[in-house]
C-alpha cells in the first residue's frame, strides 16, 4: 500500500526565486535519487486554500517499506540525495518549523471493510 505524504513548510526570506531556480535545475536529479521507497512527486505552491498554513508543500507516495521522514532519510544517507535535501532545506525558513505541517493520505479505494466501518 502507498501512502502519500505531504509536507509544508515556509520559505525563508527573499529565497523563493532561488528555491524556484534550484529546482528547475534538480527536481529531476531529487526524484531519482529519493531513498528506498520513497518516490518525489512535486513541490507545490497553493494557489487558494481557505485556510492556508505554509507557503510551499512538497509531495512525496511513500511505501511502508521505506523512511518516510524526509529529514532522517537524507541524515541517513550519505549520497547524492544527502546534498539536494541539505542545499533544498537551505531555503526553508527554520524558525517557523514548528508551524510546519506533516500529513499522509490514503487511497480510499484501499480501504478494507473493517477500515471503513458502518455508515
Do not use: K
Not at 524556484?20 to 535519487?33: D, K, M, N, S, T
Not at 523512511?67 to 550519505?78: K, M, P, V, Y
Not at 480510499?108 to 471493510?113: M, V
Amino acid at each position: 500500500m502507498a501512502l502519500i505524504y505531504e509536507w509544508g513548510f515556509f520559505v525563508r526570506p527573499g529565497a523563493f526565486d532561488e528555491m524556484r531556480e534550484w529546482l528547475l535545475e534538480h527536481e529531476r536529479e531529487l526524484a531519482e535519487a529519493a531513498p528506498q521507497g520513497l518516490e518525489y512527486l512535486g513541490t507545490y505552491l497553493p494557489v487558494w486554500a481557505p485556510e492556508q498554513r505554509c507557503d510551499v508543500y512538497q509531495v512525496w507516495r511513500w511505501r511502508r517499506s521505506g523512511e518516510f521522514n524526509l529529514r532522517a532519510a537524507a541524515g541517513a544517507d550519505r549520497g547524492v540525495f544527502a546534498q539536494l535535501a541539505s542545499q533544498f532545506l537551505s531555503f526553508v525558513d527554520d524558525t517557523r518549523t514548528d508551524e510546519e505541517t506533516f500529513r499522509l493520505h490514503r487511497s480510499i479505494t484501499e480501504l478494507s471493510p473493517q477500515e471503513v466501518g458502518p455508515d
